[in-house]
Antibody
Framework: EVQLVESGGGLVKPGGSLRLSCAAS????????LNWVRQAPGKGLEWISS????????YYADSVKGRFTISRDDTLNSAFLQMNSLRAEDTAVYYC?????????WGQGTLVTVSS | EIVLTQSPGTLSLSPGERATLSCRAS???????LAWYQQKPGQTPRVLIY???SRATGIPDRFSGSGSGTDFTLTISRLEPEDFAVYYC????????FGQGTKVDIK
């Protein structure tokens, strides 16, 4: 089955760090652009980062630039989002999504809660 | 950075009615770079329309997209019960911007 599965969410204190994973199955992730999109409780969708294919150019939204880092591991067919210096406003469901211009495949999301 | 503004914020309609959702860009965009998504409560978003007017795989033909330049429209010709959801437009650029969403709810 073609799917993306996120993991790694949880409760973290302000200023803390968390690493999210996005495991692809049924297709080769390295052939696609991989994006992270988040959705705060009761709010809309916010794109936060992309790693394009094949050049693996990397882009970030201003809201996370300098704090979040996107990466991939082709051997694991996975992508990651390292989140540092977390703030209360980073609380959201984090989705990974496949696609360069539009996102045709989404994971089910993982919840990150930043609270003391 | 391009800003996408969706209107109305909420659209209250009955099953069988026509829904017209607007997405306005702060500057002219390439139509190939405009997509629409549907998100039902508790579910993952799914792409409905890409390149402004092309239906994604498996999307019923009651959904259609149109527009160019700064003004884009998603039309649902006859609302089915499963169409009551939140709809987002999205643009591909230096950032992959989403609009703030339009909620279509039951009148």
């Amino acid at each position: 089955e073609v799917q993306l599965v996120e993991s790694g969410g949880g409760l973290v204190k302000p200023g803390g760090s968390l690493r999210l994973s996005c495991a692809a199955s049924g297709f080769t992730l390295s052939a696609y652009t991989l994006n992270w999109v988040r959705q705060a409780p009761g709010k809309g969708l916010e794109w936060i980062s992309s790693s394009s294919s094949p050049s693996f150019d990397i882009y970030y939204a201003d809201s996370v630039k300098g704090r979040f880092t996107i990466s991939r591991d082709d051997t694991l067919n996975s992508a990651f989002l390292q989140m540092n210096s977390l703030r209360a406003e980073d609380t959201a469901v984090y989705y990974c999504a496949r696609g360069e211009v539009w996102f045709d495949l989404w994971g089910q999301g993982t919840l990150v809660t930043v609270s003391s | 950075e391009i800003v996408l503004t969706q209107s109305p914020g909420t659209l209250s309609l009955s099953p069988g009615e026509r829904a017209t959702l607007s997405c306005r860009a702060s500057q002219s965009v390439i139509s190939s770079y405009l997509a629409w998504y549907q998100q039902k409560p508790g579910q993952t978003p799914r792409v409905l329309i890409y390149s402004a007017s092309s239906r994604a795989t498996g999307i019923p033909d009651r959904f259609s997209g149109s527009g160019s330049g700064t003004d884009f429209t998603l039309t649902i010709s006859r609302l089915e019960p499963e169409d009551f959801a939140v709809y987002y437009c999205q643009h591909f650029g230096s950032s992959r911007t989403f609009g703030q969403g339009t909620k279509v709810d039951i009148k």
